[in-house]
């Protein structure tokens, strides 16, 4: 059974930056492009990034120049460095294929912008 496990988050500044990790069972890893995606109570999920088998990388506008989307696929791992947070940036970040392709998601790490 695929599983996307997301790691990384907490509270942090305004400002503050941090790094998030999403671990993935998924067979033959490096055919799939992942993303990152969030989550603010009461609204639709969003792809904030994502990056392609071939490394190639797209961004929201809202994240783009201080989210950072990136793999390691020898650890079948893709990875979200976040810079410059804003206390609106929403909570909760889920790892998924991008395009999703019908995969349960993972529980989610929470990040907190507060000072």
């Known amino acids: 059974q695929v599983q996307f496990v997301e790691s990384g988050g907490g509270l942090v500044q305004p400002g503050g930056s941090l790094r998030l990790s999403c671990a993935a069972s998924l067979s033959i890893f490096s055919m799939y492009g992942m993303g990152w995606y969030r989550q603010a109570p009461g609204k639709q999920r969003e792809l904030v990034a994502a990056?392609?088998?071939?490394?190639?990388?797209k961004y929201a506008d809202s994240v783009k120049g201080r989210f950072t989307i990136s793999r390691d696929n020898a650890k079948n791992a893709v990875y979200l460095h976040m810079n410059s947070l804003k206390p609106e940036d929403p909570t909760v970040y889920y790892c998924n294929t991008d395009p999703l392709l019908r995969i349960r998601w993972g529980q989610g790490t929470q990040v907190t912008v507060s000072s």
């Open positions: 990056i392609t088998s071939s490394g190639t990388t």
